[in-house]
């Protein structure tokens, strides 16, 4: 289980919160592992994404969180409050859960998320978002912009 962020202490992330539903996962799955990501190399951040069962994000708000775009793109699934649009890819995704910010919703979701095979085809909720669609977008855009003079 990973959690990252920019910053060990960070009011907004609250790693206490998911740290403290580890902990309580734990009493139920003992094994469990909480690696916070903070202060890695962020071409490294795939590695660990990759070595992992999921990751939880405990945020009061985000934008769209880059932890999350990273983490579905190398296919892991993510536990999280209610921020972003991310309930809608866990509607879809069985692996994924949405939770209200309290111990026993997040470590309930922790558990079913970890009980469950490692998804494949969670990158497909962000290949949208990929450096090269991006640049097929700009070029779109310009194009058009040129069309238009």
């Known amino acids: 289980m990973v959690f990252a962020s920019v910053l060990k202490e960070n009011p907004i992330k609250r790693p206490h919160l998911a740290q403290a539903a580890v902990r309580k996962a734990r ?43 990273e ?4 296919n892991l699934p993510f536990i999280a409050t209610d921020t972003s649009d991310l309930a809608e890819i866990a509607a879809k995704e ?10 026993d919703d997040l470590a309930k979701a922790l558990l079913d998320t970890l009980s469950q095979e490692r998804p494949t085809e ?4 962000v290949e ?3 450096m090269d669609q991006f640049i097929k977008n700009i070029t779109n ?5 040129m069309q238009n003079n």
């Open 71 to 74: 983490s579905l793109a190398c």
């Open 94 to 103: 069985k692996s994924c859960h949405i939770c209200p910010d309290n111990l």
């Open 141 to 145: 855009i310009y194009k058009k912009v």
């Open 27 to 69: 009493q139920t799955l003992p094994n469990i592992v909480f690696k916070p990501l903070i202060d890695i190399p962020h071409d490294d951040m795939p590695y660990y994404y990759s070595a992992t069962d999921a990751i939880i994000t405990t945020s009061v708000h985000e934008g769209w969180p880059n932890c999350i775009k």
């Open 128 to 130: 949208h978002m990929s």
């Open 122 to 125: 969670l990158y497909k909720h």
